[in-house]
């Protein structure tokens, strides 16, 4: 049989000979590529914010939604692009979704005004959604099952640095030239990515359904996931004297649009909505174990400069660059703890992981006053090497629990858990902030507790799983 006629499914599992090899790299290089690319937009952008207000002689306020506009449009097409991705192929997905970020860049270049920007970032959240939601289903197919670990590492890894790499780009950035040029690079970057994808990707695989996305499904869907997100951001942006009724009225439409789609979704066999694989117990345990972990991470990340510059009084500089160690450390225990995935049960992995996150949550919750820098560094080290243990083998217990034609929704998944975690941790520092108003440190240290508890309940989650250790495979003669 040649080469061009294996299925993705059986060449991601022939033997490691010189050119499997470089396919695979060449592949993610694809993968990392656009995954740095996405992270990386989602990082740069905090800081242009008053820049924007500034140029446009605005409300600072009105500025959130040119995040906000990206987020909404990522979360609620994330599962509907999953399962496009079973229908027709993770690599069209994916590339039709890096080429239409590309393009909304160069609009969010060119925006003339706020409501411009706002679209355009609308439509980069259609890209990004293209590209996340298949981003495990293609390392899976990329990857024989005795290295899938090493590959969901990798993905850690990059996160981590483009985390970290972000901010740090932006300053330079903005510092020189406008906050235009952050979008400088997006297109030639996402075409280049189109190209090699076009070549490198495995080939789509056949439909394992020959039917269409439903309509309904989709409305219900983005109902459901937009109208929860709107409900949560008037409820963490809630203060004193203003009504809540708007919330209310969003979280309503929220549930009621999610009863109904539960209720046309639960009898099909590939449910957009995947409750098919939230039957499996150990996909559902480690679902929970994610959204928990984001949810501490978020409140960890926002807290975090409010904690060491109004608190403790370090420099912006400073600052910044102590919380790098986080990332950091996450960079380097993540490629160590991916050799050890399969060999290791996962559960045992996350709730060890998790454990020291919380750890590391609680000591800079009882950071003393004028620490050193050292002092500081270590409890953020600690809280990115936890996170490190847990990430790359929960990831790869979602990806791999699910039945391989459902691949593209555990990825999907993947995302939904992480914008969950995201929005639940910012709406509970916000109601730390709302519970101890004018506090000096107080709701920030109470903040860092909460995340210490959501980082155990983790942990607990992670240890009920039971995944089963892969043996290394015999060496071939």
């Given at each position: 049989?040649?080469?061009?006629?294996?299925?993705?499914?059986?060449?991601?599992?022939?033997?490691?000979?010189?050119?499997?090899?470089?396919?695979?790299?060449?592949?993610?290089?694809?993968?990392?590529?656009?995954?740095?690319?996405?992270?990386?937009?989602?990082?740069?952008?905090?800081?242009?914010?008053?820049?924007?207000?500034?140029?446009?002689?605005?409300?600072?306020?009105?500025?959130?939604?040119?995040?906000?506009?990206?987020?909404?449009?990522?979360?609620?097409?994330?599962?509907?692009?999953?399962?496009?991705?079973?229908?027709?192929?993770?690599?069209?997905?994916?590339?039709?979704?890096?080429?239409?970020?590309?393009?909304?860049?160069?609009?969010?270049?060119?925006?003339?005004?706020?409501?411009?920007?706002?679209?355009?970032?609308?439509?980069?959240?259609?890209?990004?959604?293209?590209?996340?939601?298949?981003?495990?289903?293609?390392?899976?197919q990329i990857y024989p099952r005795s290295k899938l670990g090493q590959g969901m590492a990798l993905n850690s890894m990059v996160v981590a640095l483009s985390t970290v790499m972000g901010p740090v780009l932006a300053?330079?950035?903005?510092?020189?030239?406008?906050?235009?040029?952050?979008?400088?690079?997006?297109?030639?970057?996402?075409?280049?990515?189109?190209?090699?994808?076009?070549?490198?990707?495995?080939?789509?695989?056949?439909?394992?359904?020959?039917?269409?996305?439903?309509?309904?499904?989709?409305?219900?869907?983005?109902?459901?996931?937009?109208?929860?997100?709107?409900?949560?951001?008037?409820?963490?942006?809630?203060?004193?004297?203003?009504?809540?009724?708007?919330?209310?009225?969003?979280?309503?439409?929220?549930?009621?649009?999610?009863?109904?789609?539960?209720?046309?979704?639960?009898?099909?066999?590939?449910?957009?909505?995947?409750?098919?694989?939230?039957?499996?117990?150990?996909?559902?345990?480690?679902?929970?174990?994610?959204?928990?972990?984001?949810?501490?991470?978020?409140?960890?990340?926002?807290?975090?400069?409010?904690?060491?510059?109004?608190?403790?009084?370090?420099?912006?500089?400073?600052?910044?660059?102590?919380?790098?160690?986080?990332?950091?450390?996450?960079?380097?225990?993540?490629?160590?703890?991916?050799?050890?995935?399969?060999?290791?049960?996962?559960?045992?992995?996350?709730?060890?992981?998790?454990?020291?996150?919380?750890?590391?949550?609680?000591?800079?919750?009882?950071?003393?006053?004028?620490?050193?820098?050292?002092?500081?560094?270590?409890?953020?080290?600690?809280?990115?090497?936890?996170?490190?243990?847990?990430?790359?083998?929960?990831?790869?217990?979602?990806?791999?629990?699910?039945?391989?034609?459902?691949?593209?929704?555990?990825?999907?998944?993947?995302?939904?858990?992480?914008?969950?975690?995201?929005?639940?941790?910012?709406?509970?520092?916000?109601?730390?902030?709302?519970?101890?108003?004018?506090?000096?440190?107080?709701?920030?240290?109470?903040?860092?507790?909460?995340?210490?508890?959501?980082?155990?309940?983790?942990?607990?989650?992670?240890?009920?799983?039971?995944?089963?250790?892969?043996?290394?495979?015999?060496?071939?003669?």
């Amino acid at each position: 049989m040649r080469n061009s006629e294996l299925s993705p499914t059986s060449s991601s599992v022939l033997a490691d000979d010189g050119m499997q090899g470089r396919a695979r790299k060449l592949a993610m290089a694809v993968i990392v590529c656009g995954l740095m690319i996405c992270v990386l937009d989602s990082t740069m952008l905090n800081l242009a914010l008053p820049q924007m207000a500034r140029q446009w002689q605005i409300d600072p306020a009105y500025t959130l939604w040119v995040v906000n506009a990206n987020q909404i449009a990522s979360l609620v097409l994330l599962l509907p692009l999953a399962a496009l991705g079973d229908r027709l192929g993770y690599k069209r997905v994916y590339l039709w979704g890096m080429l239409v970020f590309g393009l909304a860049s160069i609009l969010a270049a060119c925006a003339p005004s706020l409501p411009w920007l706002i679209v355009a970032r609308a439509l980069q959240g259609v890209g990004m959604a293209g590209a996340l939601s298949v981003n495990g289903a293609l390392v899976r197919q990329i990857y024989p099952r005795s290295k899938l670990g090493q590959g969901m590492a990798l993905n850690s890894m990059v996160v981590a640095l483009s985390t970290v790499m972000g901010p740090v780009l932006a300053a330079a950035v903005l510092s020189q030239v406008s906050w235009r040029w952050l979008f400088s690079l997006h297109l030639p970057l996402a075409l280049w990515v189109c190209w090699l994808g076009s070549k490198a990707l495995p080939r789509p695989h056949e439909a394992s359904d020959g039917r269409g996305l439903s309509w309904w499904d989709l409305l219900l869907n983005v109902l459901m996931f937009g109208a929860l997100f709107l409900a949560l951001d008037r409820i963490s942006h809630y203060t004193a004297g203003t009504g809540l009724w708007w919330a209310l009225a969003w979280l309503v439409l929220g549930v009621g649009a999610g009863y109904l789609y539960v209720q046309r979704q639960k009898h099909l066999s590939q449910p957009m909505l995947p409750l098919d694989l939230l039957r499996i117990p150990v996909f559902r345990l480690s679902m929970g174990a994610s959204v928990c972990a984001f949810s501490a991470q978020t409140i960890a990340f926002l807290a975090m400069p409010f904690l060491l510059i109004e608190s403790h009084g370090v420099s912006t500089a400073q600052a910044g660059v102590l919380i790098s160690a986080w990332p950091l450390a996450l960079a380097v225990i993540a490629p160590l703890v991916g050799r050890r995935i399969g060999r290791v049960p996962a559960g045992h992995l996350g709730a060890m992981g998790m454990c020291l996150f919380a750890a590391g949550l609680w000591a800079l919750a009882w950071l003393p006053v004028g620490a050193a820098a050292w002092d500081i560094a270590w409890r953020m080290a600690l809280c990115g090497a936890g996170f490190a243990m847990f990430q790359s083998p929960n990831n790869h217990t979602i990806v791999t629990s699910a039945p391989v034609h459902r691949s593209g929704a555990a990825s999907g998944m993947l995302g939904t858990a992480r914008h969950t975690g995201q929005g639940l941790g910012a709406i509970c520092l916000a109601g730390a902030f709302v519970l101890w108003p004018g506090t000096e440190g107080v709701a920030e240290q109470r903040a860092m507790w909460l995340a210490g508890g959501f980082a155990l309940l983790s942990a607990i989650f992670s240890g009920l799983r039971h995944t089963p250790v892969t043996q290394p495979a015999e060496p071939r003669n």
